[in-house]
């Protein structure tokens, strides 16, 4: 456990399950304290918490949507009250719909965006103001950016606007020596990954994948709670992907 994680916190968003759970868990053991937010999700958000409580760390749990501002605030609140201050923000928190164009339905864009976009644009706004100096800023991207596969439109583009903001943020935060970056994995694993899709096309997206494997979440986790960490501290702006070499 590194020292200097002590006393550290540490949000991140969308961490009831799949990839921010595992990220949860991978910054306690490292020493920060951890926010565990999470929208609907309340069993599996506790469960988490209860796990990280039992393996010596500190969390709690924020119900909140990121799409809403006021929602996204109280995470936010809910942190410096427990925890004196943030260090760390992880926007992880995403959804995922595949649809062609043609059929993609504007309550599905809207939805998509909110959590997205706006979600991971109200928790950037908040964090450029209340996170502490020397601090670190971790998106999650998308290796699907690479592939442009059909149906991938709307998500793609939410996506491409991570990025973009990624570093237009760090160029605004680096004068407090707070570091912005994203990491677009690959297809890993989880609920998100597998909805909607059928056998083939998981068989198609494993294929394109040189290591021979879909990622799982703890490929994912190490390389987040690296970019949380002080040894970090040079990379910034950057969108690092993570994918098993597929692009
Ligand atoms: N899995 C992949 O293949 C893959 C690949 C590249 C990038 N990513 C990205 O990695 C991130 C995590 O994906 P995942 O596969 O772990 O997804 P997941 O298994 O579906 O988990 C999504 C998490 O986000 C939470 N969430 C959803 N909407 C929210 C909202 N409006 N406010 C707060 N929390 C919300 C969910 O909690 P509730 O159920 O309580 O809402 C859940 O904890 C996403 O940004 C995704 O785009 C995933």
């Known amino acids: 456990m590194p020292d200097q994680a002590h006393s550290k916190a540490a949000i991140v968003t969308g961490s009831s399950r799949g990839i921010g759970k595992a990220i949860a868990i991978h910054l306690a053991a490292a020493g920060f304290s951890v926010v565990v937010n999470h929208a609907r999700s309340d069993g599996e958000a506790a469960r988490v918490v209860a ?42 928190a995403g959804m995922m719909d595949i649809k062609p164009l043609a059929e993609l339905e504007e309550a599905t864009f809207d939805r ?26 971790i998106n999650l991207s998308s290796s699907a950016l690479i592939t442009s596969l059909p149906g991938y439109g709307a998500y793609n583009a939410s996506k491409a606007a991570v990025d973009a903001v990624t570093r237009v943020l760090a160029k605004e935060l680096g004068p407090r020596r707070i570091t912005v970056n994203a990491v677009a994995p690959g297809p890993v694993a989880t609920e998100l990954f597998f909805q909607g899709k059928t056998p083939e096309l998981v068989e198609r997206l494993t294929r394109l994948i040189p290591l021979g494997r879909l990622g799982e979440v703890e490929d994912i986790a190490p390389i987040v709670t690296f970019l949380a960490s002080p040894e970090s501290g040079w990379i910034n702006g950057q969108v690092i992907r993570a994918n098993g070499g597929m692009g």
């Open 112 to 137: 998509l965006m909110g959590v997205n976009v706006k979600g991971t644009f109200n928790m950037l706004h908040l964090a450029a103001r209340r996170l502490r100096d020397g601090g670190r800023i």
């Open 51 to 92: 796990g990280i409580g039992k393996a010596g760390g500190r969390a709690i749990a924020v119900q909140a949507d990121v799409a809403s501002l006021a929602e996204a605030t109280r995470i936010f609140e809910r942190a410096e009250e427990a925890f004196g201050g943030v260090d760390v923000l992880v926007n992880n």
